[in-house]
């Protein structure tokens, strides 16, 4: 017998039981979209994940740190005062990362709290200053109208990220954006006071009991606590996306790092920058030493490599490729259960078919022996019914992977306004392996549950099948 006429004997077969096979293509489209929708959360999650990573430097960017302990020293001989002899990064540090193999940069990172104050309003402000190379390769989408700090402007200014306005809050009512009060700010254009050395901001704000001086009390005295200097600022640019729209640097303020590095000189001189190291007097260290330096590898197959040798060096590294491979087992965890769950449903779709194929052969048990009287093989009536499992499984299989698209955009909808989820947005991604992977899957159910009903088509006996009624 010919394919076309097996072809068209199936199809025929599942047209003359309209009800039960739409019943059954419905139980495959369910268990189909049930899996697709399933595995897109975990594989959306991850690409989330991978659009974070390239918002922080991309698979070849490395953190290098200094010894965590800031401030620790080293006693010296005859008990003299001597700086710290742990890795801190300096200029010399950074001059030294550079010249390492596989190095294609090196940029030295400045992280500082500040405070910002506009009006009634003031918020916690973290800052990092970088150098315009590093804010280069950042990658930063601003909102129309915004550009990066210029490094040869003389005022400090700052890149705000677009959830910063959550920081701010009325000093006088203690309320803000989490309490239903949207602060009267609008980063892109005001220009606000920025307070470096915080402890001297407040000690001059409130009153001091030891002393019994009140800063405000309008007494002018100058033997009072000192007055923390403010520094008027303005931003540059703001990063696109709404207060609710994460990303990785939501929350985060950028400038340049030599004009940082001015600011803060000035603001503590003859004084130690906060988060710097001191001696055990307390002495500023000689050498500026920064939070961190920002390395870019020429390869990301010599990333891991790069860090092994800056390691051994002294220093502390972390890089993407790290927190990566570290993530891909939890997220092949995660996509697993998913795909369990909804391969539960796919399972009872396809008893579904293995019963509709069964019932199929019941009701046209004397077709069966009419065909093998005159001379049809087994092998073709085996064909026959598995033509038709895999005709179900194939109708519901692309049904099913329109029904995830529909259900994949709801859920990306749903959660895009939320802004929980950075970069896109999107929690569920659906690639065209998976409809492709799915769309086989389903067939190959399809006709796994089909095999034993026909393998009992073929064992019918001709005779017998055709005395019966």
Avoid at 5 to 16: E, G, P, Q, Y
Avoid at 27 to 38: E, L, R, Y
Wanted: aromatic share 8%; proline share 3%; net charge negative.
């Amino acid at each position: 017998m010919r394919w076309s006429d097996l072809l068209r004997m199936s199809v025929s077969s599942l047209k003359r039981r309209k009800l039960r096979t739409f019943l059954t293509v419905l139980g495959v489209v369910i268990g189909t979209a049930s899996i697709v929708v399933m595995i897109s959360l975990g594989l959306g999650l991850q690409q989330s994940m991978y659009e974070e990573v390239e918002q922080n430097g991309g698979t070849t960017s490395l953190t290098v740190t200094g010894m965590s302990g800031y401030g620790s020293v080293y006693i010296g001989m005859y008990g003299m005062d001597e700086e710290a002899s742990e890795k801190y990064i300096t200029d010399d540090t950074i001059e030294e990362l550079r010249s390492l193999e596989y190095v294609e940069s090196a940029e030295p990172v400045i992280n500082v709290q500040g405070l910002g104050l506009k009006g009634n309003y003031e918020g916690y402000l973290d800052i990092y200053g970088m150098t315009p190379e590093a804010l280069q390769d950042m990658n930063l989408k601003l909102e129309e109208g915004g550009r990066l700090p210029d490094p040869d402007s003389p005022e400090l200014e700052l890149v705000y990220g677009n959830a910063m306005i959550m920081n701010f809050y009325d000093k006088n009512s203690g309320m803000g954006y989490w309490d239903g009060e949207m602060p009267d700010i609008d980063l892109k254009t005001d220009k606000i006071f920025l307070i470096l050395d915080q402890d001297t901001y407040y000690q001059s704000k409130y009153t001091d009991v030891m002393s019994g001086y009140d800063a405000g009390d309008g007494s002018g005295s100058t033997s009072g606590p000192k007055i923390a200097k403010k520094y008027v600022v303005q931003a540059s640019g703001v990063i696109a996306g709404g207060p609710e729209t994460y990303n990785a640097n939501s929350y985060s303020v950028f400038c340049d790092i030599t004009r940082l590095k001015e600011y803060l000189q000035k603001e503590f001189r003859g004084r130690a920058i906060p988060g710097q190291p001191t001696t055990q007097s307390g002495k500023p260290y000689s050498k500026f030493v920064y939070s961190s330096a920002k390395l870019r590898a020429d390869d990301m197959n010599h990333v891991e490599e790069l860090a092994n040798t800056i390691r051994s060096m002294g220093y502390n590294v972390s890089s993407n490729i790290e927190y990566i491979n570290a993530m891909k087992s939890q997220f092949a965890m995660v996509q697993a259960v998913l795909g369990g769950i909804g391969a539960v449903s796919l399972l009872v779709a396809a008893i579904g078919i293995a019963n509709t194929m069964l019932m199929s052969i019941y009701e046209r048990t004397k077709e069966i022996g009419v065909m093998k009287v005159i001379g049809c093989s087994l092998r073709n009536i085996g064909e026959m019914f598995l033509l038709e499992a895999g005709f179900i499984g194939l109708a519901g299989g692309l049904i099913g992977n329109l029904l995830s698209f529909l259900m994949s955009a709801g859920i990306n909808a749903v959660v895009s306004g939320s802004g929980m989820v950075s970069g896109t947005g999107n929690i569920s991604y659906i690639p065209i392996w998976l409809v492709l992977l799915s769309m086989g899957f389903a067939v190959l159910v399809g006709m796994t549950a089909g095999f034993f009903p026909a393998v009992r088509a073929m064992k019918l006996s001709p005779l017998a099948a055709i005395r019966s009624e």
